[in-house]
């Protein structure tokens, strides 16, 4: 292989500016429109308050350590389970012993081990033990090596806890959710499948009715977890066997109160997947799903593989953030990343050592009122029991201004849950609905309450009670009071249903909202046209937005001078490619891109143009501009047109513009590939035989653009098909998941026919099929492929017209090139991939 570095020259005379200006389609420099920079002139400093950092994976004091399995290393953490009980944090990992241990936390990064929770060999190697708190006790489900499920029972999250359940199947990876009738359903994977079913509290098993939701990642599929914001459901779990590399996370999503209902898999719904081969974390998978220390983000702990006897694997953590039906990560990540923020407000009342109640709260004998308030668009939580003596209401208040408040009023005599407001004492019931509670409130229950001008959400232990539209509830301190009650932790934030995304720090590489913005007018955004949209997503704040078919939100500005900012942490100092999904008539729009409001870092974009889309988004690849390592603020502004956009994706560019070429000589080009599968490389050809499957892969994963020739033999022998790949990221390869394990594209090539398709491991929407009679019966055919943008173009034989162009809205935007077998012989005979900004 003989790397042509074209630009080498002019890479060290040229400044990044002008590299940049003159090869890669963005200028840099200030704005020449007055009214535009005078808009930014008015705009309010924003601080970082980044007190610590944490990094992925973790080591836990206390983690499995060396067993029989696991060739002298630790186990570690596997299959993190987290569940969120009085406003702390237990981690129950897989176990590779005859126990399962238990680790508490206040901030899901700092753990301390409080020992085993389980007590015989009746759960001997635990398989991904989860809990769940419900009507006042502790159940624990888990499949011990993976041979069927138990159910054990506790009155502490700390154990111990003891079988209720013999054997009753469904294999691995069982994991709970209480829906809003109280019902305790079951959900576990099932012939690649995951699926659920109500569990009968009498006998704690499931019921025979199955659920099959629209969750699969076509092939092992395990690990399933419920979380819910606002109108929706996600689904979250994980696919591929645990020693594969390519172990990744997806989701699904249902709207609406029914956990059950119709799922929707999104074509591009990974979450957490790294398995290229010079990578060192990989394995990523078997998440959990936990709100967060701040009461309104979401958490998903996970693992990583480090080794493979055992296996053995670590802790990590990153954040889900939605935006509508659309689910994304901050991850994954392995480099310093924010720990969890508390709430504004915090406490636990209950622990005489606790200073955080004392901090934050007055305590006197009419009950608990903080010190500080929060805004209009807040939650809460309560955590309360009654000692028994008697039973009388309970209060749990918000909104409190002088002689007026708010309340949640759990009336415990005769079960029901009420909200009420309070004005100069006159008491007004606004909602109330019966709750269920069997141990008569002695056992610590919880209220949840989200609050937004358009809605406010009311849950009494995990279940959603009362859903009340324009209720008018406000901001101001929070309390509680009640006879012979005593009062657990409570806490309350100024966020409310994914409102704490938008100052969430966004990582790059990586993806993010265009809606996820720093809030505050002036601190975050300024756009003429924002106004207050009760249907929209930025609670309590004004915006100016769409939303798309899918059910998520874009970013709309439309008049120069637009602006909105972003809270970004770059893993290293290097060329970033910008790629983003904006609507078609986004095209031609000019706009700038400026780190910590610099007008030396200040990068110019003009929207490709996308002609003839009939679609809400399209993925496009904007640019390329140089980002230094840590956390900076960065601006998106407009200077021209109108810019529609939905997401933006950020990713380290190729180093500089490049060529390959390629005879196949092993002792020249050996050096340059990576093989999967038993490939050779001999008498200037690559081949691999009939009955095999592999990928061969060349370049680098932030390629975008290129020009792809080959001369290829037309394959006869073997079933599957074969063919050339491109924009290909995240390949392995493992017998126990599908054969297709890559994301990216491939074109097969038949006898009188090639074909192209998509992967996100296995295919993915219509292939594109064309016959073409001029190769049938032939040996050889020479394939010539334009990759533009989202535009690919595929030529045989030195011919001038395509024989096919494919517009793909939803484009896979960067990767490497190769060549693929799923069971079909291939010869290649020579290569060359050019990148389009070197052709020029």
Same mark, same amino acid.
């Given at each position: 292989?003989?790397?042509?570095?074209?630009?080498?020259?002019?890479?060290?005379?040229?400044?990044?500016?002008?590299?940049?200006?003159?090869?890669?389609?963005?200028?840099?420099?200030?704005?020449?429109?007055?009214?535009?920079?005078?808009?930014?002139?008015?705009?309010?400093?924003?601080?970082?308050?980044?007190?610590?950092?944490?990094?992925?994976?973790?080591?836990?004091?206390?983690?499995?350590?060396?067993?029989?399995?696991?060739?002298?290393?630790?186990?570690?953490?596997?299959?993190?389970?987290?569940?969120?009980?009085?406003?702390?944090?237990?981690?129950?990992?897989?176990?590779?012993?005859?126990?399962?241990?238990?680790?508490?936390?206040?901030?899901?990064?700092?753990?301390?081990?409080?020992?085993?929770?389980?007590?015989?060999?009746?759960? &001997?190697?635990?398989?991904?033990?989860?809990?769940?708190?419900?009507?006042?006790?502790?159940?624990?489900?888990?499949?011990?090596?993976?041979?069927?499920?138990?159910?054990?029972?506790?009155?502490?999250?700390?154990?111990?806890?003891?079988?209720?359940?013999?054997?009753?199947?469904?294999?691995?990876?069982?994991?709970?959710?209480?829906?809003?009738?109280?019902?305790?359903?079951?959900?576990?994977?099932?012939?690649?499948?995951?699926?659920?079913?109500?569990?009968?509290?009498?006998?704690?098993?499931?019921?025979?009715?199955?659920?099959?939701?629209?969750?699969?990642?076509?092939?092992?599929?395990?690990?399933?977890?419920?979380?819910?914001?606002?109108?929706?459901?996600?689904?979250?779990?994980?696919?591929?066997?645990?020693?594969?590399?390519?172990?990744?996370?997806?989701?699904?999503?249902?709207?609406?109160?029914?956990?059950?209902?119709?799922?929707?898999?999104?074509?591009?719904?990974?979450?957490?997947?790294?398995?290229?081969?010079?990578?060192?974390?990989?394995?990523?998978?078997?998440?959990?799903?936990?709100?967060?220390?701040? /009461?309104?983000?979401?958490?998903?702990?996970?693992?990583?593989?480090?080794?493979?006897?055992?296996?053995?694997?670590?802790?990590?953590?990153?954040?889900?953030?939605? $935006?509508?039906?659309?689910?994304?990560?901050?991850?994954?990540?392995?480099?310093?990343?924010?720990?969890?923020?508390?709430? !504004?407000?915090?406490?636990?009342?209950?622990?005489?050592?606790?200073?955080?109640?004392?901090?934050?709260?007055?305590?006197?004998?009419?009950?608990?009122?903080?010190?500080? !308030?929060?805004?209009?668009?807040?939650?809460?939580?309560?955590?309360?029991?009654?000692?028994?003596?008697?039973?009388?209401?309970?209060?749990?208040?918000?909104?409190?201004?002088?002689?007026?408040?708010?309340?949640?009023?759990?009336?415990?005599?005769?079960?029901?849950?009420?909200?009420?407001?309070?004005?100069?004492?006159?008491?007004?019931?606004?909602?109330?609905?019966?709750?269920?509670?069997?141990?008569?409130?002695?056992?610590?229950?919880?209220?949840?309450?989200?609050?937004?001008?358009?809605?406010?959400?009311? *849950?009494? $232990?995990?279940?959603?009670? /009362?859903?009340?539209?324009?209720?008018?509830?406000?901001?101001?301190?929070?309390?509680?009071?009640?006879?012979?009650?005593?009062?657990? &932790?409570?806490?309350?934030?100024?966020?409310?249903?994914?409102?704490?995304?938008?100052?969430?720090?966004?990582?790059?590489?990586?993806?993010?909202?265009?809606?996820? &913005?720093?809030?505050?007018?002036?601190?975050?955004?300024?756009?003429?046209?924002?106004?207050?949209?009760?249907?929209?997503?930025?609670?309590?704040?004004?915006?100016?937005?769409?939303?798309?078919?899918? +059910?998520?939100?874009?970013?709309?500005?439309?008049?120069?001078?637009? *602006?909105?900012?972003?809270?970004?942490? %770059?893993?290293?100092?290097?060329? &970033?490619?910008?790629?983003?999904?904006?609507?078609?008539?986004?095209?031609?729009?000019?706009?700038?891109?400026?780190?910590?409001?610099?007008?030396?870092?200040?990068?110019?974009?003009?929207?490709?143009?996308?002609?003839?889309?009939?679609?809400?988004?399209?993925?496009?690849?904007?640019?390329? /501009?140089?980002?230094?390592?840590?956390?900076?603020?960065?601006?998106?502004?407009?200077?021209?047109?109108?810019?529609?956009?939905?997401?933006?994706?950020?990713?380290?560019?190729?180093?500089?513009?490049?060529?390959?070429?390629?005879?196949?000589?092993?002792?020249?080009?050996?050096?340059?590939?990576?093989?999967?599968?038993?490939?050779?490389?001999?008498?200037?050809?690559?081949?691999?035989?009939?009955? $095999?499957?592999?990928?061969?892969?060349?370049?680098?994963?932030?390629? $975008?653009?290129?020009?792809?020739?080959?001369?290829?033999?037309?394959?006869?022998?073997?079933?599957?098909?074969?063919?050339?790949?491109?924009?290909?990221?995240?390949?392995?390869?493992?017998?126990?998941?599908?054969?297709?394990?890559?994301? +990216?594209?491939?074109?097969?090539?038949?006898? +009188?026919?090639?074909?192209?398709?998509?992967?996100?491991? +296995?295919?993915?929407?219509?292939?594109?099929?064309?016959?073409?009679?001029?190769?049938?019966?032939?040996?050889?055919?020479?394939?010539? %492929?334009?990759?533009?943008?989202?535009?690919?173009?595929?030529?045989?034989?030195?011919?001038?017209?395509?024989?096919?162009?494919?517009?793909?809205?939803?484009?896979?935007?960067?990767?490497?090139?190769?060549?693929?077998?799923?069971?079909?012989?291939?010869?290649?005979?020579?290569?060359?991939?050019?990148?389009?900004?070197? !052709?020029?």
């Amino acid at each position: 292989m003989k790397f042509i570095r074209c630009l080498r020259a002019i890479a060290v005379v040229l400044s990044i500016q002008m590299l940049l200006a003159s090869l890669i389609g963005c200028d840099s420099g200030q704005s020449d429109n007055r009214e535009v920079d005078e808009r930014m002139a008015e705009k309010i400093p924003y601080e970082f308050k980044v007190a610590e950092t944490y990094k992925n994976p973790m080591e836990i004091a206390g983690q499995h350590g060396v067993c029989q399995y696991t060739a002298g290393k630790e186990y570690g953490i596997g299959d993190p389970f987290v569940m969120r009980y009085n406003g702390k944090y237990y981690l129950y990992p897989s176990s590779c012993e005859n126990k399962v241990k238990v680790f508490e936390s206040t901030d899901l990064v700092n753990w301390e081990y409080k020992g085993y929770v389980t007590e015989g060999s009746d759960v &001997y190697f635990a398989y991904a033990p989860e809990v769940v708190y419900y009507d006042g006790m502790f159940y624990m489900t888990t499949s011990p090596e993976g041979k069927g499920h138990y159910i054990l029972k506790s009155e502490s999250p700390l154990g111990p806890f003891k079988r209720i359940t013999d054997n009753f199947g469904h294999v691995i990876d069982g994991s709970f959710w209480i829906d809003d009738d109280d019902r305790l359903l079951f959900i576990f994977p099932e012939a690649s499948i995951i699926k659920a079913a109500e569990i009968d509290t009498k006998t704690m098993l499931p019921v025979a009715k199955r659920t099959h939701f629209n969750a699969t990642l076509k092939g092992w599929t395990e690990g399933p977890g419920i979380f819910r914001r606002g109108e929706y459901h996600y689904l979250t779990y994980t696919g591929n066997h645990v020693l594969s590399r390519g172990y990744r996370v997806a989701y699904s999503y249902t709207k609406g109160n029914n956990p059950l209902g119709q799922y929707i898999m999104p074509e591009d719904n990974i979450l957490y997947i790294r398995s290229e081969h010079d990578d060192e974390y990989t394995g990523l998978g078997h998440s959990s799903n936990v709100i967060g220390p701040d /009461l309104d983000s979401i958490y998903a702990p996970y693992h990583n593989l480090v080794g493979l006897a055992g296996p053995q694997r670590r802790y990590c953590l990153d954040r889900l953030l939605t $935006n509508g039906s659309v689910v994304y990560s901050t991850g994954p990540t392995s480099f310093d990343v924010p720990i969890p923020a508390m709430p !504004e407000i915090y406490g636990w009342l209950d622990d005489p050592k606790d200073t955080a109640a004392e901090k934050h709260f007055v305590i006197n004998d009419d009950g608990v009122t903080s010190k500080n !308030e929060v805004q209009d668009v807040f939650t809460a939580e309560y955590n309360f029991r009654l000692d028994g003596s008697e039973k009388s209401p309970v209060d749990l208040k918000f909104g409190i201004k002088g002689a007026s408040w708010w309340a949640v009023r759990v009336d415990t005599e005769k079960n029901t849950l009420s909200l009420l407001s309070v004005e100069d004492g006159n008491e007004k019931t606004i909602a109330s609905e019966k709750i269920h509670v069997s141990h008569g409130y002695t056992r610590l229950c919880t209220v949840r309450v989200e609050n937004t001008a358009a809605v406010s959400y009311i *849950y009494f $232990n995990s279940a959603r009670k /009362l859903t009340v539209k324009n209720a008018g509830i406000t901001g101001g301190k929070i309390g509680a009071s009640g006879k012979g009650v005593t009062f657990g &932790y409570i806490g309350a934030n100024s966020d409310a249903l994914g409102s704490g995304d938008y100052d969430a720090v966004k990582n790059i590489p990586g993806k993010f909202a265009a809606m996820h &913005y720093i809030k505050g007018e002036n601190r975050g955004f300024n756009i003429s046209k924002a106004a207050l949209k009760p249907e929209g997503i930025r609670y309590g704040e004004k915006e100016n937005s769409i939303l798309n078919k899918d +059910g998520s939100y874009s970013l709309v500005l439309d008049t120069p001078g637009d *602006y909105v900012v972003y809270p970004v942490n %770059v893993s290293n100092d290097g060329m &970033y490619s910008v790629g983003a999904k904006l609507a078609p008539e986004s095209s031609g729009a000019v706009y700038e891109l400026i780190m910590d409001g610099d007008t030396e870092q200040t990068y110019r974009f003009t929207v490709p143009e996308t002609e003839g889309v009939k679609t809400d988004n399209v993925s496009v690849n904007l640019g390329t /501009l140089p980002l230094k390592a840590g956390f900076h603020t960065m601006t998106l502004r407009l200077l021209k047109g109108e810019m529609k956009i939905n997401m933006f994706e950020f990713y380290s560019s190729a180093k500089e513009p490049w060529a390959y070429k390629s005879v196949f000589k092993i002792n020249e080009d050996r050096k340059d590939w990576i093989f999967y599968g038993p490939w050779r490389m001999s008498s200037g050809k690559l081949t691999i035989g009939e009955g $095999n499957s592999g990928f061969a892969l060349i370049g680098e994963t932030g390629m $975008n653009d290129y020009v792809i020739e080959a001369d290829v033999d037309i394959p006869r022998k073997g079933a599957g098909d074969s063919g050339l790949m491109f924009r290909v990221t995240n390949p392995s390869i493992m017998e126990h998941q599908v054969r297709e394990s890559f994301i +990216g594209y491939g074109i097969s090539i038949g006898d +009188g026919s090639i074909t192209l398709s998509k992967y996100n491991y +296995g295919k993915i929407g219509n292939s594109q099929i064309v016959s073409i009679k001029e190769i049938k019966g032939s040996d050889k055919v020479k394939l010539k %492929v334009v990759v533009s943008n989202n535009i690919f173009r595929i030529y045989i034989n030195d011919q001038e017209k395509p024989v096919l162009e494919y517009m793909d809205a939803q484009a896979w935007l960067h990767g490497k090139v190769g060549f693929y077998s799923f069971g079909k012989e291939l010869t290649v005979n020579n290569l060359s991939v050019v990148s389009i900004d070197n !052709e020029k």
